[in-house]
């Protein structure tokens, strides 16, 4: 038998595994990929429906670059869906995070977004608490007008969740409320005030450029433009903001200041910039704080 | 005389008694993070030495330890020291003793130690035996195909 290196610090000499219950071997498999978890059926025979019982969908760094293994992919998710709830009965799903990258539109667009949106709309049934969903398309100007390049609708079912805490999203062109959502971490874009509007609890916001295709950097240089109307948020209960990938763009600038001249209860206002920005760094510290407690920090 | 009001102020101090017979004099507030200490002492409010018979002295001591330090900082250094037996015994103490902190610092750190990794090296971390039938195994790997894609060779 094939010796392990350093096996004795890495496997077990006896199988203690065997006598914990299946509630803790749950707990380990939930903090796994739900890919990592479903092979654990095979370790064996007690292994077989464990994964079953495990309340979230975790499916990070998935890329989906042909037909073939986009409907491998999505028939995955819906056996496991299925089996779950065959096995496991009514069952909870305390979180989903899906972070995808669609080699084409047509994978994306025909092949993927339909079905997420079931997903979505089984998850929130299912009680969903925390949505981390990230979704790239490579490859769209090759196809130019023929997809509607704005990021697909999410399901109505989304809007009445009213145990959703938690979410990582883009902008989406519906206006309805999030009537829960305390967190949020939203990449940048020039309609973030609409956003905010439809989080009228949000405490913690993060914004943050991410992998910032070519056309959206481009939208971020344009002229700042005042919200008509302060979003609610941001009167009553923003307590804390974090910047991501701050630069020197003056609508960035601009943006910081908005929400410092408004946010009243905010709490601290973290800006993270690649390299020092004293300039910058002066031109916020004299500005006026609706905040009295307000803590500002600048970090690199 | 400081050293008197130091004992009063403090919290009053139990014993626990491991598997092994080791003691362990430990402040009532420490002891209480153990839900089921803290149930041993809803029921018999006078009892100074509360047995723990399914944790050893050394692992037992190693709880206390956590309960004493835990913050953000030392959780995530402290499951580097342990081997696989010791975070799974350990793991066995915290769901005896229910503490949930514990639990879920151990069942993360335990899952890091086998993420995209084969079954077959799963299965010799925790030492498993595979009693699954080939046509059983070949069955479950046929219905769930895509988790069984691209994994970690050892």
Not at chain 2, 61 to 69: F, G, L, R, S, W
Request: glycine letters at 2%; one cysteine or more; charged letters at 25%.
């Amino acid at each position: 038998m094939r010796r392990l290196k350093n096996s004795t610090a890495a496997a077990s000499t006896v199988d203690t595994i065997s006598s914990l219950p299946d509630a803790i071997l749950c707990h380990i498999l939930y903090f796994l990929t739900t890919k990592e978890a479903v092979a654990t059926s095979i370790l064996s025979k007690r292994w077989i429906h464990l994964w079953h019982h495990v309340h979230n969908l975790k499916f990070p760094d998935i890329n989906v670059e042909t037909v073939k293994s986009s409907v491998l992919f999505n028939e995955f998710v819906y056996s496991v869906l299925l089996s779950r709830e065959v096995i496991a009965g009514y069952n909870v799903m305390n979180s989903f995070t899906l972070d995808i990258r669609y080699d084409n539109p047509h994978l994306a667009f025909d092949l993927g977004f339909p079905n997420i949106r079931k997903w979505i709309n089984v998850a929130v049934q299912r009680k969903l608490e925390h949505l981390c969903i990230r979704l790239d398309v490579d490859n769209l100007d090759d196809n130019g007008l023929d997809y509607d390049a704005d990021y697909p609708n999410l399901p109505v079912s989304i809007f009445t969740c009213r145990t959703l805490v938690n979410q990582l999203q883009r902008p989406y062109d519906v206006v309805t409320i999030f009537h829960n959502l305390t967190d949020l971490l939203l990449h940048y874009h020039n309609r973030w005030d609409l956003v905010l509007h439809q989080c009228p609890k949000l405490q913690n916001l993060q914004l943050s450029k991410g992998l910032c295709d070519p056309m959206w950097c481009e939208k971020g240089q344009e002229n700042w433009v005042e919200p008509e109307f302060v979003p609610q948020c941001l009167l009553s209960s923003l307590r804390t903001c974090t910047i991501h990938d701050f630069s020197d763009l003056q609508s960035e600038l601009m943006l910081e200041q908005y929400i410092l001249k408004n946010a009243i209860i905010l709490q601290t206002m973290t800006i993270w910039c690649k390299t020092e920005q004293p300039e910058m760094e002066s031109k916020l510290s004299i500005c006026p704080m609706a905040s009295e407690t307000c803590e500002l920090s600048l970090c690199c | 005389m400081a050293e008197e009001k130091s004992q009063a102020s403090s919290s009053k101090m139990l014993t626990l008694k491991a598997s092994d017979g080791v003691l362990f004099e430990v402040e009532l507030n420490i002891a209480k993070e153990m839900k089921t200490v803290q149930a041993y002492i809803d029921d018999c409010e006078d009892i100074e030495t509360i047995p723990i018979p399914n944790v050893l002295g050394k692992h037992l001591a190693i709880v206390i330890e956590y309960i004493k330090k835990t913050n953000e900082e030392y959780d995530a250094e402290f499951e580097k020291q342990w081997n696989m037996d010791d975070l799974q015994l350990l793991l066995l103490a915290a769901n005896y003793l229910n503490i949930s902190g514990l639990q879920e610092c151990l069942c993360k750190a335990i899952a890091k130690r086998i993420e995209n990794k084969s079954p077959e090296y799963v299965r010799k971390v925790f030492n498993i035996e595979n009693d699954h039938s080939p046509e059983e195994e070949a069955k479950l790997r046929k219905e769930y195909k895509w988790a069984f894609e691209g994994v970690d060779k050892d």
